[in-house]
């Protein structure tokens, strides 16, 4: 064979080598259309993370990523992360990311719940942590004074926003970005608002939690939050039913009756003055907002309207808000509504 013969030999083993490599290692690894994420946890094992890995890969891809962990002993190495698989991706370039730890940031939006238990168990499915570490930590008084805050009081930090964080984000860090985010939020302008109602940004927190469970209407939170200040300021007690919800752990209920009035609680804004302890939802910026701009008014009175669209009839005495409650109650008799 002469020499342009072997060079074509030579040219053309060197193209199949290289669509060898570029098959197992760089091709998409994917098998689906749209981006998959795989979540690498502390407990995995290398055979863990190929299962994982397998679920969206294309059976060509494993033996390449296969052949990258064997002979870089990635199996004594695996870092714990949130990986995103695309059609872009190819097995080298995850392995690369994985073996770096160079992973997706996750986009976490604080959940609106009530209970410090319902938001451990969201973050915990959003993040590595689990559920029951932010329980633990959500009920130990001296991790929350780390924090300027109490076991009623820590939601308080928890301001509603999108963040992106890492998803193996340990515990004490996540908290610490929590705490950052709060600091942040109350600007030297939110700080002066909040003085000028009388209140401290925790107890702007509290009262907005409040209005936000009155309703959903967000063009009426300011004048629900005018006649709290109201109230609030004359020493009168804030009687907020939703305290009352929360106090009971009865959120599902229509009417409050007179015996639930009486309930032993320090979130029982009936027979308690002032705000409650901590607030009883995280609440919404809007709710937030509405607080810091609330409406001037006389009104020291409301209650839901009988059309049942979830907006109030205020009152700035009690002969008129009698005649709105009864109206209410009434519209709850014919609908034949008891709890």
Not at 4 to 25: N, S
Not at 84 to 93: L, V
Not at 145 to 150: G, R
Request: proline share 4%; with cysteine.
């Amino acid at each position: 064979m002469n020499k342009k013969g072997v060079a074509c030999l030579l040219i053309g083993a060197l193209i199949i080598i290289i669509g060898v490599f570029y098959y197992f290692f760089f091709a998409s690894l994917s098998s689906k259309k749209e981006a998959v994420f795989v979540n690498i946890d502390d407990n995995d094992n290398i055979d863990s993370v190929y299962m994982k890995i397998n679920q969206a890969a294309a059976p060509h891809q494993m033996v390449g990523f296969k052949m990258l962990t064997a002979l870089t002993g990635y199996k004594n190495h695996i870092r714990t992360g949130h990986y995103e698989i695309t059609k872009a991706t190819g097995s080298f370039t995850l392995f690369r990311r994985m073996k770096n730890g160079r992973q997706t940031p996750v986009d976490l939006t604080i959940p609106s719940v009530r209970t410090n238990e319902r938001l451990a168990a969201e973050l915990g499915k959003k993040l590595m942590t689990d559920s029951t570490q932010f329980i633990r930590f959500f009920k130990d008084s001296a991790q929350c004074a780390k924090y300027d805050c109490d076991t009623a009081t820590i939601l308080c930090l928890f301001i509603p926003n999108t963040y992106e964080i890492y998803w193996n984000m340990p515990l004490d860090k996540f908290m610490k970005r929590m705490k950052k985010e709060y600091d942040a939020f109350w600007t030297p302008t939110r700080l002066n608002q909040a003085k000028a109602a009388g209140l401290t940004p925790k107890q702007v927190i509290i009262l907005a939690s409040i209005i936000d469970e009155e309703t959903a209407n967000n063009a009426e939170k300011p004048d629900i939050a005018g006649m709290y200040l109201n109230r609030y300021h004359k020493g009168m007690p804030l009687q907020a039913d939703p305290t009352i919800k929360f106090a009971t752990r009865q959120f599902q209920l229509r009417r409050i009756y007179d015996k639930l009035l009486f309930i032993k609680s320090p979130y029982n804004t009936y027979r308690n003055l002032g705000l409650p302890i901590g607030p009883i939802r995280i609440p919404s910026l809007a709710g937030i907002n509405a607080v810091l701009n609330y409406a001037h008014h006389n009104y020291i009175y409301m209650c839901a309207k009988e059309d049942f669209s979830g907006t109030h009839r205020f009152a700035s005495t009690y002969a008129e808000h009698m005649t709105n409650a009864k109206r209410y109650a009434d519209a709850l008799n014919k609908r034949g509504i008891i709890h």
